[in-house]
């Protein structure tokens, strides 16, 4: 028996604030809608896979999600890593870096840390 990977869920406070700030940070753009009774989800793809990240606005739920030690995380790979690194910086939203790894943190609008790989050849 094979299973195929299709989609994460996180819940985000803002809809539209998390749904720019994946275009903007990740280049992810919306590829479904569903809406709900008292929720909203949107899934967002990258164009390359079919993969996708599925944001989940609940209408009641009106307090900042708990997120633990936020140990659960999502990872991307970049042909340009300096460049990424730098839009990054720039946008405010690196949180943590690994230098002895190659590798660094963002965090979303609600503190979801994704992880930024450089894409190895």
Not at 3 to 24: C, G, P, R, T, W
Not at 58 to 86: I, K, M, S, V, W
Request: hydrophobic share 40%.
């Amino acid at each position: 028996m094979q299973f195929k990977m299709i989609h994460n869920n996180i819940n985000v406070s803002d809809l539209d604030l998390s749904m720019a700030f994946y275009e903007q940070a990740l280049g992810l753009k919306e590829v479904r809608r569903v809406n709900g009774d008292g929720f909203i989800i949107v899934f967002l793809g990258d164009q390359q896979g079919s993969h996708q990240l599925e944001l989940t606005e609940l209408a009641d739920h009106p307090q900042t999600y708990d997120l633990g030690e936020n140990e659960f995380h999502l990872a991307f790979e970049t042909e340009d890593f300096a460049g990424a690194l730098a839009r990054h910086r720039e946008m405010g939203c690196v949180c943590h870096e690994n230098p002895q790894m190659g590798i660094y943190f963002i965090a979303d609008p609600d503190g979801y840390w994704l992880e930024i790989l450089p894409k190895k050849n």
